[in-house]
């Protein structure tokens, strides 16, 4: 038995329509780069990209926590039947934690 060469889906489609295949399109060429100069130093006029924070989130720290799913189910079941965010559950949820350690409720 002879071993059948696989089509690409291309062609199998093509073959399958009943139209004639087109003729088989050349293969891209690579684009050709420079080669890029050496430097010891950084160059002085490289400036640093500014970064884009939302106003509201100035001057905030993100604090995150990896949870089982049915806990972010929960808070947000929480958020929806009080008609508040779960950010607004999380600040309540930290203040009341502070409290308890004899902390300022700060969050």
Known sequence: MAAR?????ATALHS????AQP?????????????????NKPSATVQ????????????KKAITGFFDPAVSR???????NQDVTVQALLT?????LL???G?????
């Open 5 to 9: 060469k696989k089509m690409d889906l």
């Open 16 to 19: 399958a329509s009943g139209k």
């Open 23 to 39: 003729a088989p399109a050349a293969p891209p060429e690579e684009p050709k780069l420079a080669p890029k100069p050496v430097a």
């Open 48 to 59: 640093a990209v500014p970064s884009i924070v939302a106003p509201s989130r100035k001057g």
């Open 74 to 80: 929960e808070l947000k079941q929480i958020g929806l």
């Open 92 to 96: 309540e949820a930290i203040n009341d």
């Open 99 to 101: 409290v308890k350690y």
């Open 103 to 107: 902390r300022s409720p700060i969050a």
